[in-house]
């Protein structure tokens, strides 16, 4: 069936270099998609959006890119700080009259090394 | 202010017991969703109510599994009879509303849930 996916499921980077996350899906009836960070025992805290319309939008040190042609999702941060070490999930919701639900991926394990 | 809450955090069952997970949603927030999370894994969509009125119900695994948000606020999840394949961590989430920027979900810290 159709489902999110992620390319990579652990990311190592060095405090203060750039990090990205990415991410495939594969639901062409999707419109909206999310980045959630979760830390262990903690549930998953938003950060960043996009709609189907857009091909880029920036946050506060994040950045996410959509390429819709080959349904490929990314999270950039900028100046990666070891506070940025958690569980990143990309998740999607489709263009549906009545399906409200998000879709999520596997999740990549982002470590920042001192 | 306050986000999404739920209580119990952690929850230890005897396989067949039941149990009951509790969620405060943020105040004026009209959706409300439940998720599974299994270990290592990203969280799976149970069920979704628009105020009190349960609009999908697609997820839940099997009839043990019943939810409930009698005002349009709280939202209890049950699950009767627990197996072992149950145990997975329980998140809530709740949203302003359903589309545009009111669709954004908060995610409360969910309840670990161990059967045994």
């Known amino acids: 069936g159709e489902s999110v996916g992620l390319h990579l499921p652990t990311l190592s980077v060095q405090e203060g270099d750039n990090s990205i996350i990415n991410c495939a899906y594969s639901n062409s009836a999707s419109d909206y998609f999310i980045w959630y960070k979760q830390e262990s025992g903690k549930g998953p805290q938003f950060i960043i959006d996009?709609?189907?319309?857009?091909d880029k939008r920036q946050g506060q040190r994040v950045t996410v890119l959509l390429n819709k042609t080959v349904k490929h999702l990314s999270l950039q941060i900028a100046a990666t700080q070891p506070g940025d070490s958690a569980v990143y999930f990309c998740a999607e919701k489709e263009r549906s009259g009545s399906a409200r639900q998000l879709t999520f991926g596997s999740g990549t394990q982002l470590t920042v090394l001192p | 202010g306050a986000g999404v809450s739920q209580s119990p955090r952690y929850k230890v069952a005897k396989r067949g017991q039941d149990v009951a997970l509790r969620c405060d949603p943020i105040s004026g927030h009209v959706s409300l969703f439940w998720y599974q999370q299994a270990l290592g894994q990203g969280p799976e969509f149970l069920t979704y109510f628009q105020n009190e009125a349960q609009l999908d119900k697609s997820g839940l695994p099997s009839d043990r599994f019943f939810a409930e948000r009698p005002e349009g606020s709280v939202s209890t999840l049950k699950i009767q009879r627990t197996q072992q394949e149950d145990s997975a961590v329980y998140l809530c989430?709740?949203?302003?509303?359903?589309?545009?920027?009111?669709?954004?979900?908060?995610f409360g810290p969910g309840t670990r849930l161990l059967v045994l």
């Open positions: 996009i709609r189907s319309n857009m």
């Open positions: 989430a709740s949203s302003l509303g359903t589309s545009g920027r009111k669709e954004t979900q908060y």
